[in-house]
């Protein structure tokens, strides 16, 4: 695992806290809501295109 990876999930997450945090403050709370899933889902999808990757290098290691 790359520690590029960790940078950019934890780069995203202190954007998104921040902007969440700006909307909350302005009386926006739907969209401060809606910013948080949005980041979550772009969190989940880079995470999942690794355990892709992770399991394929399990499966090419024990050659299933």
């Known amino acids: 695992m790359e520690i ?3 940078l950019k999930v ?3 997450g ?3 806290s921040i902007l ?3 909307l909350n403050k302005s ?3 739907e969209q401060g809501m809606m910013l948080i899933i949005a ?3 772009v969190v ?3 995470l999942i295109g690794e ?3 992770l399991f394929d290098e399990i499966k090419d290691v024990f050659e299933l």
């Open 39 to 41: 980041g979550l889902v």
């Open 51 to 53: 355990m892709g990757n």
């Open 4 to 6: 590029g990876l960790i």
């Open 44 to 46: 989940f999808v880079l």
């Open 10 to 12: 934890a780069g995203i």
């Open 20 to 22: 969440a945090q700006m």
């Open 14 to 16: 202190f954007i998104v």
């Open 27 to 29: 009386g926006r709370d």
